[in-house]
């Protein structure tokens, strides 16, 4: 069945991802000012479902506002869902839909264990691990949906090994590893410096995966145009965590979260959030661009305004 190109889905999609990115920073918040138990009710706030604004005040307004914009994601991540079994017609991508719905629900369920249960039982490195998967999911849904995707595109050949695409899944799978690290430490539940050798190894599944995509595909600009902003947003991911880690150091004994180390910590963890998002769009263009065996070339899209 040829893939049909819905402009109106795919811009939805794109819209729910950046959604997502909002979230994590509205997540990140709540650690980071130590708010998560702010609001100990759930999955009222206070005993309602929607505090008066005025009266959130300190940890309660960051711990609202998280649950408010998570809200916002089931909601979207339903009307995308709906879209897709209306527009779409490939099946399988129907059903991705309803998966990454289910994936919302599951995080949402998690986030009141979280809550209910005290941060207890590594319950916040579970909530804050899942949101990476399903980050990941709806990335997936607007690169499916784009029309980059759906379009006929040339296919390279892979001559090395191991294949690009066990490269380009191994580099996603340490910077996950690498995820977890960093919400253990950030969440107190293991030491520094697990995180900190882990952003070594991150950083050599980086530079193999760049390599092997400019010595084996040169002459793809998508490719080499992928391969670039996997460095880029590594190197910045690197820098900001020596960063956040300086400003932990340098306000340990003050009294509450500094502004500094709050916002260094945070634009740290989207960053890593958007490093591992980047990681899966790199394997799916290895999968689009570089048939495995038995594979054919994807025919030409049916264009429509919808």
Known sequence: MTPTYHSGVHKFAVFTVLW?????????????????LSVIDWPKSHGVWVPPLGSLQGGD?????????????????LILAVLLVVKERRVWLRWFGAIAVLGVVVQAILGGQVVIRLLHYWLPVIHACFAQIVFAAVLGIAVFTSKWWVSERPQLEDKGS???????????????????????????????????????????????TAVMLRKRFEASPELGKARIWLHAIFGLQFLLGLLAYWSRLTSADAPQPMPVMVWLTVIHTVGGAILFAFSVLVVLMCYRLVPRGGEVAATAPQVTAG
Do not use: M
Not at 20 to 36: E, H, R, W
């Open 61 to 77: 307004f960051y711990e609202f506002s998280h649950r408010f914009v998570a809200g916002g994601l089931g909601i979207f991540t």
């Open 20 to 36: 997502t990115i909002l979230l994590f920073v509205a997540g990140a918040l709540v650690t980071s000012k130590d708010a998560a």
């Open 162 to 208: 191991p294949s690009i695409h066990s490269v380009a899944i191994l580099n996603a799978i340490v910077i996950y590893l690498q995820v977890i690290l960093g919400a253990g430490f950030r969440h107190k539940d293991i030491p520094i410096w697990p995180h900190a050798a882990g952003a070594l190894v991150v950083l050599g599944t980086v530079t193999w």
